[in-house]
């Protein structure tokens, strides 16, 4: 079955500016949460959403933001960019559920570059 | 304050032998603990899940060890190949609500 898609792979935008990243999910996953990683601080979370709802999230300010739609695909909405918001950016997929011990699925990223 | 540590620096190893990977966490008391590999430029790949009442779980030639009372979790890669290069990390979910908080991760190079 289709991997985890995200779309576009590769994004440079001017600071002030503000991004939408997307991703769809494995058929049938549920559960889709966003993680920000640079070489300083690794893979961070930013936040987790099921079923259209947002469950978790991360210590990110309010500049960055989310939603998921009702055919389990999301969006991840950065406004103002910083020069420090270039990343990659990845998504992951679960079955989710109350509680899930279940691994996530990664997609490619979205490698975003802000000058 | 809660911390997933892991050697920050490379592993070399030679081919055929058995790489082992440290990750040792403080103040969280998870309930699992994943493994994945990733490659540069790439998402992370899911390699093992171990859940607390598990102390050794094996998969090919993978085996991830879990210790809660140590605080600790040891990944091996036996019969080492140049193609399992790259850098792993270790995850765990301290709310069940897929919340991963990754360690660093490390940096492993196997040479032929």
């Known amino acids: 079955k289709a991997g985890v898609t995200q779309t576009p792979r590769y994004l440079i935008k001017t600071r002030g500016q503000q991004v939408t990243l997307s991703c769809s999910p494995i058929?049938?996953?549920?559960?889709v949460s966003w993680y920000q990683q640079t070489p300083g601080q690794g893979l961070q979370f930013l936040f987790e959403?099921?079923?259209?709802?947002?469950?978790n999230k991360g210590n990110f300010p309010g500049r960055f933001s989310g939603r998921q739609f009702s055919n389990s695909r999301s969006e991840m909405n950065v406004s103002t960019l910083e020069l420090g918001d270039s990343a990659l950016y990845l998504c992951?997929?679960?079955?989710?559920?109350?509680?899930?011990?279940?691994?996530?699925?990664f997609g490619q990223g979205t490698r975003l570059t802000v000058v | 304050s809660q911390k997933i540590e892991q050697n920050s620096e490379a592993l070399n190893i030679q081919e055929g032998k058995t790489a082992t990977l440290t990750c040792n966490y403080t103040?969280?008391?998870?309930?699992?603990l994943q493994w994945y590999r990733q490659d540069p430029g790439r998402g992370p790949v899911f390699l093992l899940l171990?859940?607390?009442?598990?102390k050794e779980k094996r998969k090919e030639r993978l085996k991830v060890t879990f210790d809660t009372t140590l605080k600790q979790s040891l990944f091996h890669i036996t019969a080492s190949q140049p193609a399992d290069s790259a850098t792993y990390l270790c995850?765990?979910?301290?709310?069940?609500?897929?919340?991963?908080?990754f360690g660093t991760g490390t940096r492993l190079l196997v040479s032929p």
């Open positions: 992951a997929s679960s079955w989710g559920g109350a509680i899930s011990n279940t691994e996530a699925f």
């Open positions: 058929s049938g996953h549920r559960s």
């Open positions: 959403y099921f079923s259209e709802t947002q469950r």
């Open positions: 103040n969280y008391s998870p309930a699992y």
């Open positions: 171990i859940r607390e009442n598990e």
């Open positions: 995850a765990l979910d301290p709310t069940g609500f897929q919340k991963l908080v």
